[in-house]
């Protein structure tokens, strides 16, 4: 079956770095996503990787390694509004997204 | 300028009951999608359509039914409302969705279905 991992819940401090972590098991690997979801509100795209390696997005980057079936999203200077589920998706063989279950991330003062 | 927008965003509704939600884009996307997220919060598709054809119909039961007028548009209609469809219901939208390509899907702010 296929099969996205990532931590339920995370706490960091303010002005702090914080990675989530997603594993997964697909069949077939056309790209992995990061999105943002705030309580209540829509799911919001951050990245995108496809290729291996690290990517830099002001505060946020993206990693993936296909050979370990591995991304994290890394982010910097936490504030207090990126509070906020981290959602891993990933784009399977016949290019559909199979979706973990999200990361609650709680930034505390 | 919403670019994705849903109405209802809530809905309270009995048992039994019959109920429509709508979505419409004004992005030119070619593809849409309904998505339902439960109490786990895991994001489930439930059905893609693009431009007007459905291509995603996953195992969901025949009581859900997408209907869409035109590409702006998708609406899913459920009968027999039960207890277990409580969840908030997402739709989507992409650019032209071909094989080969993979494209951002931008979400409406949701419907949060309660089933009483």
């Known amino acids: 079956g296929q099969n996205i991992d990532q931590p339920t819940e995370m706490t960091a401090t303010e002005g702090a770095i914080v990675q989530i972590n997603c594993t997964y098991q697909?069949?077939?690997?056309?790209?992995l996503f990061w999105y943002q979801q705030h309580a209540g509100e829509a799911p919001t795209f951050l990245s995108y990787n496809v290729l291996d390696g690290l990517e830099e997005k002001g505060r946020f980057s993206s990693f993936l390694s296909r050979s370990k079936g591995y991304s994290y999203l890394l982010l910097k200077e936490l504030q207090m509004k990126d509070s906020a589920s981290y959602l891993c998706a990933v784009v399977d063989s016949n290019y559909q997204l199979i979706w973990g279950a999200g990361t609650k991330l709680i930034i505390k003062p | 300028d919403t670019a994705v927008s849903q109405t209802p965003k809530y809905l309270v509704t009995q048992m039994g009951n019959d109920k429509s939600i709508k979505c419409e884009q004004n992005?030119?996307?070619?593809?849409m999608y309904w998505y339902k997220q439960d109490s786990k919060k895991f994001l489930k598709i439930m059905f893609s359509?693009?431009?007007?054809?459905?291509?995603i119909n996953e195992t969901v039961p025949n009581r859900f039914s997408p209907k869409s007028p035109d590409k702006a548009h998708l609406n899913l209609h459920i009968n027999s409302l039960e207890l277990g469809d409580s969840a908030v219901y997402f739709c989507?939208?992409?650019?032209?969705?071909?094989?080969?390509?993979?494209?951002?899907?931008?979400f409406g702010p949701g419907t949060r279905l309660l089933v009483l």
């Open positions: 989507a939208s992409s650019p032209l969705s071909l094989a080969g390509d993979v494209e951002t899907q931008y």
């Open positions: 359509y693009n431009n007007k054809e459905l291509i």
């Open positions: 992005l030119g996307h070619d593809t």
């Open positions: 697909t069949s077939g690997f056309n790209g």
